[in-house]
Nanobody
């Protein structure tokens, strides 16, 4: 089992940027696919982005393509989500998750962090 801790959330104006970090500890993090999900009040948790263990494969939700970039530094056991051109509809709690194989759905991920709040004001 891998433990995940998100950071970097906050309040930003529309059009601004934030970079989220997901720090991992426990079992070998570099062997895991890592994803970001988000959950807005009253809505289901939804997929945002995934990155393979090597970083060679990524996938994004259509709603964030061209604005968000997922990356990882296995030497630091950390995955990042760079969020640019933020919109009010990006407001949500963002969660980091780890999976044994490349995944883009909630059921594919076994370990989850506690989340970090991102609020985008208009």
């Amino acid at each position: 089992q891998v433990q995940l801790v998100e950071s970097g959330g906050g309040l930003v104006q529309a059009g601004g940027s934030l970079r989220l970090s997901c720090a991992a500890s426990g079992r070998t993090f570099s062997s895991y696919c890592t994803g970001w999900f988000r959950q807005a009040p009253g809505k289901e948790r939804e997929f945002v982005a995934s990155i393979s263990w090597s970083g060679s494969t990524t996938d994004y939700a259509d709603s964030v393509k061209g604005r968000f970039t997922i990356s990882r530094d296995n030497a630091k056991n950390t995955v990042y989500l760079q969020m640019n051109s933020l919109k009010p509809e990006d407001t949500a709690v963002y969660y980091c998750a780890a999976a044994n194989t490349f995944a883009t759905t909630r059921t594919g991920f076994r370990s989850w962090g506690q989340g970090t709040q991102v609020t985008v004001s208009s």
